[in-house]
């Protein structure tokens, strides 16, 4: 069993940068691969970026890609989302999530097995 509490959300205007962090529980973090997700108001939760196991590959949506860095402190058992140059449209609920298993690279909802419950990011002009 693996429980996530995500923090480090808040309000910011266009342009301006924040640090999710995602902080785990359990003793095989270092095993599970990470994603962020994010859900806008009115829309379906759409995936952001996932990282495997050691850190070394990542993987981004398009709409993040070149702004939003995830890294992962696998000593510290926390998972980060960078997000610089921020948007209007990144306005969202992030939520991150564990999956368990060899394949890191996981864009879908149901493909993971463990879900914080997410943190407000409000980006205004």
């Known amino acids: 069993q693996v429980q996530l509490v995500e923090s480090g959300g808040g309000l910011v205007h266009t342009g301006g940068s924040l640090r999710l962090s995602c902080a785990a529980s359990?003793?095989?973090?270092?095993?599970?691969?990470m994603g962020w997700f994010r859900q806008a108001p009115g829309k379906e939760r759409e995936f952001v970026a996932c990282?495997?196991?050691?850190?070394?590959?990542?993987f981004y949506a398009d709409s993040v890609k070149g702004r939003f860095t995830i890294s992962r402190d696998n000593a510290k058992i926390t998972v980060y989302l960078q997000m610089n140059n921020l948007k209007r449209e990144d306005t969202a609920v992030y939520y991150c999530?564990?999956?368990?298993?060899?394949?890191?690279?996981?864009?879908?909802?149901?493909?993971?097995?463990?879900w914080g419950q997410g943190t407000q990011v409000t980006v205004s002009s």
């Open positions: 999530a564990a999956a368990f298993g060899r394949r890191w690279l996981r864009v879908g909802l149901d493909e993971y097995d463990y």
């Open positions: 359990g003793r095989t973090f270092s095993s599970y691969a």
């Open positions: 990282i495997n196991w050691s850190g070394v590959s990542t």
